[in-house]
């Protein structure tokens, strides 16, 4: 069976396999993303970010196992196929440790008919949230009704791979510090739903009102969604039914939202396409010898960047017309 | 004056003034980068970051004002000219909030001779490591001596930003938490020197043995630097003066390798520039209606990602060679 097969027939390993060649940005991904493409569009996604401590991947592991389990969700009778990418885009600082910890504390504990699979930055240049959207179409195509992608923290790295997602769920935890600053400017556009996790906690009303609050000074369009704010204590799994009734109340509602939103995510997905195939034609059009060179002149100051730059974008461009 | 005059002749307004076209990224500011890079490269560039809470902008007005006082550092018998330049990737979730905050509780204690600037993320898709680098070299043209870049916190960001600098100074501060995390993974390879700031705290000896406990794992190449791990009270003053010869020494012992980092800095910086133009040819090559029908197609899985780029690729170059 050929791994495009394998995974439209939602082969377990062949869709492993294939996330392994989209993270390797391995050239045969290339053509098995073009193949799938066709079948893709018919998973919802949901994105789950916040800071670290907000307890984001128990609160994920009580949440898909809730979707799960909720009549609402099923497909054709039956439960349906849940997903959870787990994302670290590993600043030189972070490194991925964290969330490798994490995956082998959660494998120990697999939730039965969830497919879980991390996806860590292997390279340069932000190629991760790619390689993210296209692990979510490989899930996708493979028959995957739910896929939830998960972050370690709140960066812009976080903030690039949940905008692909069709639900945004910010998880916060009802403490001083980071939290309440995380609040301060953008993050409202970006949540759809806000989740006050660890709610057991002294003071979690307290903070769960502050958000509110915030929330209270936005002007919402009428008709237009208003991101809630539910309270949960992950490690019970209370609130959590809730929170699930919500994120399907938000995808019946917010539904045009989400044309326009996936269009934005196709948009930004081509950019990113572009600016890797541009380093790659670069590498093949400046032989390492030239490069060398080239640097040892900015460095001596003969030429200034703007001018090599016209110089290798024609050089480029020359070789791409030459195909 | 023309503005380059203006800054070659070290005008504090013709630098405001060019810095701000940086950021705006006015087509103006690449002639002005291409009119004076021939008259940069002198300039030393202190990168410091680290993670909220650190004190880091207390830090580097104390080593400022340190620097500034130095007869080492003296120029021809006058004190350097010194630079801050405070710069925010603000990630959607802080919007440069803190960043502005700090700057105008700064501004009220101005610094005697010391030029500061802030800037801040104001698009998209990462310039602001360019507009960074960019504002550093108008400085160095204008006859900056010392340049000290300074970040908000420890994200890929602040990395970006930090690596175009000759020595990079990572602040910690004695704390379990967040600041152990830090010191997990890659950091050891950006850190030139290590500052345990607050070190009047309880448990800094203790933590500042911890980083140095990390740092002996490591193994040196005989004759390579040793980041050491210094301790500062920046609200004193306290350890700023050994802070200083510390980084004075890096500079003496570490000049081979400077030439080596500023080489990839160049480099980074050439990745960065192409990128910009490609989308700006992007953005002429394709007529907003054709992008919109484009975009449908997609969201229609009418045609895949991969394809698309192709087709846009070979738009762009025929567009470059056209001119």
Same mark, same amino acid.
């Given at each position: ?67 799960? /389990? ?62 993210? /959207? ?30 692909? /997602? ?158």
């Amino acid at each position: 069976m050929s791994l495009i097969h394998g995974v439209l027939a939602g082969d377990r390993r062949a869709v492993a396999r294939s996330i392994s060649l989209v993270e390797d940005r391995d050239p045969v991904a290339v053509d098995l993303v073009r193949s799938i493409f066709g079948c893709t569009g018919r998973a919802f996604v949901i994105g789950v970010t916040g800071p670290p401590g907000a307890g984001k991947s128990t609160l994920v592991d009580r949440l898909v196992s809730a979707i799960r /389990a909720d009549p609402e969700a099923a497909v054709a009778g039956r439960p349906p196929r849940v997903a959870i990418v787990a994302v670290d885009p590993s600043s030189p600082f972070s490194g991925g440790a964290l969330l490798g910890d994490r995956l082998r504390l959660r494998s120990n504990g697999a939730i039965p008919g969830v497919f879980v699979r991390s996806m860590a930055s292997r390279g340069q240049l932000g190629g991760l949230a790619r390689a993210t /959207a296209d692990a979510v179409l490989v899930l996708d195509a493979a028959g995957t009704d739910v896929i939830v992608v998960e972050t370690v923290g709140v960066g812009q790295g976080e903030v690039d791979i949940v905008r692909a /997602a069709d639900a945004t769920l910010l998880a916060l935890v009802p403490e001083a510090g980071d939290e309440v600053q995380a609040l301060k400017a953008g993050v409202m556009e970006i949540a759809d739903l806000f989740v006050v996790n660890k709610a057991d906690r002294d003071g979690a009303d307290l903070f769960a009102a502050a958000v509110e609050g915030r929330l209270a000074v936005q002007s919402f369009p009428a008709g237009a969604w208003r991101p809630p704010v539910l309270k949960t204590v992950a490690t019970t799994g209370e609130g959590v039914a809730e929170l699930v009734r919500e994120i399907w109340r938000f995808r019946a509602q917010a539904a045009p939202a989400g044309i326009a939103r996936r269009r934005a995510r196709s948009e930004q997905a081509l950019r990113e396409l572009m600016t890797e195939r541009l380093l790659q034609e670069l590498q093949a059009a400046l032989p390492a010898d030239e490069r060398a060179a080239l640097l040892e002149r900015l460095a001596a100051r003969d030429v200034d960047p703007y001018t090599v730059v016209d110089d290798l974008m024609l050089r480029v461009a020359r070789q791409l017309q030459s195909r």
